[in-house]
T-cell receptor
Framework: QKEVEQNSGPLSVPEGAIASLNCTYS??????FFWYRQYSGKSPELIMF????GDKEDGRFTAQLNKASQYVSLLIRDSQPSDSATYLC?????????????FGDGTTLTVKP | GAVVSQHPSWVICKSGTSVKIECRSL??????MFWYRQFPKQSLMLMAT?????????EQGVEKDKFLINHASLTLSTLTVTSAHPEDSSFYIC???????????????FGDGTRLSIL
């Protein structure tokens, strides 16, 4: 079992719809969770992070965390074609291990006009 | 804030050449930097963790003599691919973590990556 699991997709949604991206993690002691967006041929860029149970909103993006279920999700409202990218979930487990985040393999999102 | 600059963005060189890639944190001090490699349509693969003033920690299967990492200051880490061969052609990306704030609030910030092509 991978430490961080994401559906590889592709996930396809129509423009204007809500895109829901999911991520599960295996280490119950994980502390913080990050979502990155990676366009084809580019490096990842941070969208947002969350460390408390519940929802965290930033513009059209909402991160949802449920530590009991070991589940974190990213909702993208009013999806735009420019949101088409691969979305990476990253998990930070502890202050040790250089504070390294463990990345999932990513979910590819396609927003169709 | 939290800008990471990586240079060069693209390198094409002959087999057997050594290539140096620089990673700089521009507006923060990075006690730790990470080096990743990514092949087309594949996931990020962590190669090594670079710590300022000490030896890098390499992931299993990564040859430390092949991929030399130096983190001489709080703002600069370098990756040197020694005697590069075509199979080393890949997208190399560095990432830095700031040392301020509580540890679980410290995301990794990525450079723009270096596309390495070995002929």
């Amino acid at each position: 079992q991978k430490e961080v699991e994401q559906n590889s997709g592709p996930l396809s949604v129509p423009e204007g719809a809500i895109a829901s991206l999911n991520c599960t993690y295996s280490d119950r002691g994980s502390q913080s969770f990050f979502w990155y967006r990676q366009y084809s041929g580019k490096s990842p860029e941070l969208i947002m992070f969350i460390y408390s149970n519940g929802d965290k909103e930033d513009g059209r993006f909402t991160a949802q965390l449920n530590k009991a279920s070991q589940y974190v999700s990213l909702l993208i409202r009013d999806s735009q074609p420019s949101d088409s990218a691969t979305y990476l979930c990253a998990v930070k487990k502890s202050r040790t291990n250089a504070g390294k985040s463990t990345f999932g393999d990513g979910t590819t999102l396609t927003v169709k006009p | 804030g939290a800008v990471v600059s990586q240079h060069p963005s693209w390198v094409i060189c002959k087999s057997g050449t050594s290539v140096k890639i620089e990673c700089r944190s521009l507006d923060f001090q990075a006690t730790t930097m990470f080096w990743y490699r990514q092949f087309p349509k594949q996931s990020l693969m962590l190669m090594a963790t670079s710590n300022e003033g000490s030896k890098a920690t390499y992931e299993q299967g990564v040859e430390k003599d092949k991929f030399l990492i130096n983190h001489a200051s709080l703002t600069l880490s370098t990756l040197t691919v020694t005697s590069a061969h075509p199979e080393d052609s890949s997208f190399y990306i560095c990432s830095a973590k700031s040392g301020t704030g509580v540890w679980f609030n410290q995301p990794q910030h990525f450079g723009d990556g270096t596309r390495l092509s070995i002929l």
